[in-house]
């Protein structure tokens, strides 16, 4: 069974820190990995995707894939009180049903 | 539409009774997907939509789950003899190449 772990948090940064956010896949053929936020009560938005291994930058966001390690990590730089939400990591292998992490909640404290 | 849609955006109901869930996706969008979420829980996958290729219905819980998408375009989740167990914030997303967008869902709630 494919499986997608992250830690449920809650992860809490004071504002303008970096906020790290990690996931790990249980699936070595998973292609695609996704980030999402998700306010409370609210859908999820996606926030970025990653194919490679490395790094992608877009904004305050960077995505980091190590495919060798099964792991996706995304960073938050100088985290605002908005950024507040819970973030869920999603993978796709060869079909294309995503599989969700249960999503870490973080909170950006003033 | 700019956006997904869906309706109703909040549905009560006792338990026995049937429900309709309605998705409206992204014009153009051919990919469809149908996902559950219970309170401080993963996005549930249950069925999935391409083209006109038989649906992936691999996450549909028990038979009384089921779905449909009429002319490649809307969907309806309907869900027959519901449970308590059943409510949940139902969400629907389209796709685009590799990127999904998720509508702001239908809370259910069965007394």
């Known amino acids: 069974q494919k499986e997608v772990e992250q830690n449920s948090g809650p992860l809490s940064v004071p504002e303008g820190a970096i906020a790290s956010l990690n996931c790990t896949y249980s699936?070595?053929?998973?292609?695609?990995f996704f980030w999402y936020r998700q306010y409370s009560g609210k859908s999820p938005e996606l926030i970025m995707f990653?194919?490679?291994?490395g790094d992608k930058e877009d904004g305050r966001f960077t995505a980091q894939l190590n495919k060798a390690s099964q792991y996706v990590s995304l960073l938050i730089r100088d985290s605002q009180p908005s950024d507040s939400a819970t973030y869920l990591c999603?993978?796709?292998?060869?079909?294309?049903?995503?599989?969700f992490g249960r999503g870490t909640s973080l909170i950006v404290h003033p | 539409g700019a956006g997904v849609s869906q309706s109703p955006s909040n549905k009560v109901t006792e338990k026995g009774k049937d429900v309709e869930l309605r998705c409206d996706p992204i014009?153009?969008?051919?990919?469809l997907y149908w996902y559950r979420q219970s309170l401080g829980q993963g996005l549930e996958f249950l069925i999935y939509?391409?083209?006109?290729?038989?649906?992936?219905k691999s996450g549909l819980p028990s038979d009384r789950f089921s779905a449909e998408r009429t002319g490649g375009s809307v969907s309806t989740l309907t869900i027959q003899r519901t449970q308590q167990e059943d409510s949940a914030v139902y969400l629907c997303?389209?796709?685009?190449?590799?990127?999904?967008?998720f509508g702001p869902g239908t809370r259910l709630t069965v007394l």
């Open positions: 699936d070595r053929g998973s292609q695609s």
């Open positions: 997303a389209s796709k685009s190449t590799d990127t999904q967008y």
């Open positions: 014009s153009g969008h051919t990919a």
């Open positions: 990653i194919y490679s291994n």
């Open positions: 999603a993978v796709i292998g060869g079909s294309y049903i995503p599989t």
């Open positions: 939509f391409q083209g006109n290729s038989a649906p992936d």
